[in-house]
């Protein structure tokens, strides 16, 4: 009971909040406008031609010892939407005379191909650069190793050089992620290879799928056999439900859309769970269905996103109203809570766009103004908690707001993105004429 009277007191100050005069739209996209610039500059002058800025100690990190420059890829298409010319000019210059992937490091095919595959292809599709295309090329073709198992599911880990692949225990999430941008990097080269081997993956795993409909944690590659059960809408399963949606949405693949509609059925069947708290999913046996866990989290707050995609208005509002209830526990959203008790399990923030992409998704449908008050607490929590004199950091936790040493390339990639499209003028982007990966990368629509 006591539980639930905090929750209820969280709700009516949180109601009290939106109810406060706000800025228009057009001065709130301008803001974030400005955060953006604030995090951009401090990566330019801390952590030039790396992969992201650490913006306490105010130096850089790079994921495998040499650049990728991750950070640079990421931002470009947010620059553009923008209109900051100046600075993706310069961004631009940066990439294309010093980006090379011919290089004898071990990556993690899941993070690549989201962040510098998906946005050298939107870098490309946006500037019209030829070079863009011929890098995208380059590393699609340095990623094709990871698929050469014995069941067509990807191996975790590349080497970009030699083409050797690790780690034959994935996740859906890693390997069902590939087609939005393998298909895009096929359909712009004209070569079918990079589509078809993502296809041939998800088609596998699908197959793989319990016999209500459901998919487990991690599966071993080598032999197709399930190691962790346990089935979720959250990290290392939620982009592969994505991209299900999406690849009907962006290639026009049929049989993409009826795994969608057979997998939604399935989620709403045995994860879907109503309490008092609000409507949430929750974690249950692929195989029985029955419960396991009541954990929702920042990853998890993509699902109305992906609701309000396939017309599912009522419960992506519903399931949103819950998503902010978790935001408003502590003024910023945790990584994961216990949703029965409305306690914190993790305590950390890195940053993660999700609920604001969501918030994004339901104002472009609905035109509801409570999407946009619900931009405004996005955009105070991060500034009043994450803001910095170099940038933005996430936070160990989000209860004492400790702050840690990390901007990751995806709050320039995606959490600024989303949050100024909210308040943007809707000219900025053809909502119905792009999708957008996981990584919040907008790729033009269009058949193989």
Known sequence: MKNFLSFLLILVTALSCSSKKSDTRAEMAEKVKQEFLHAWGAYEKYA????????????YHDWYGV?????????????????LTDEAAKDKKLILENLSFDKDIEVQGFEINIR??????????????????????????RLLPL??????????????????????????????????????????????????????????????????????????VNTGEWVNTTSHISGMIDSYYEYLLKAWLL??????????????????????????????????????????????????????ALLALDGDFPTASELQKSCFTMWNLHGIEPEQIDYATMDVVYANYPL????????????????????????????????????????????????????????????LAETLKYL?????????????????????HPLKKGNR
């Open 147 to 220: 698929f050469d198992s014995p069941t067509g599911l990807p191996y975790r880990f590349v080497n970009l050089k030699t083409g050797t692949t690790r780690d034959h225990l994935n996740n859906p999430a890693e390997i069902g992620t590939y087609i939005l941008e393998f298909g895009t990097l096929s359909r712009l080269t004209r070569n079918s290879i990079y589509y078809d081997k993502a296809m041939i993956a998800l088609n596998e795993l699908f197959k793989r799928r319990s016999d209500i409909g459901l998919v487990g944690t991690i599966i071993d």
């Open 67 to 83: 650049s990728l420059l991750m950070t640079p890829v990421d931002a470009f298409d947010t620059m553009v939407l923008m209109g």
């Open 116 to 141: 510098l595959l998906g946005g050298l292809l939107s870098c490309y599709e946006w500037d019209g650069d030829e070079r863009f295309l011929a890098l995208a090329e380059d590393l699609g073709n």
């Open 352 to 411: 993660r766009p999700e609920i604001i992409e969501s918030a994004y998704y339901l104002y472009h449908y609905t035109r509801d103004k409570k999407y946009l008050d619900m931009g405004q607490a996005f955009y105070d929590g991060l500034v009043t908690y994450c803001k910095t004199d170099a940038g933005y950091a996430a936070l160990k936790n989000v209860i004492t707001k400790e702050k840690e040493d990390s901007m990751e390339s995806f709050f």
């Open 48 to 59: 030039w031609g790396h992969d992201a800025l650490k913006p306490l100690s105010k130096t």
């Open 251 to 304: 290639l026009g693949d049929e049989n993409c859309k009826k795994k969608w509609d057979a997998s939604i059925d399935a989620i709403n069947t045995y994860l879907k769970h109503e309490l008092e708290s609000g409507l949430w999913y929750g974690q249950v046996d692929m195989h029985s269905g029955e419960r396991v866990a009541t954990r929702f989290g920042a990853l998890d707050a993509f699902f109305p």
């Open 420 to 440: 100024y499209l909210l308040f943007a003028d809707d000219q900025v982007l053809d909502f119905d004429a792009y999708v957008f990966n996981t990584e919040a």
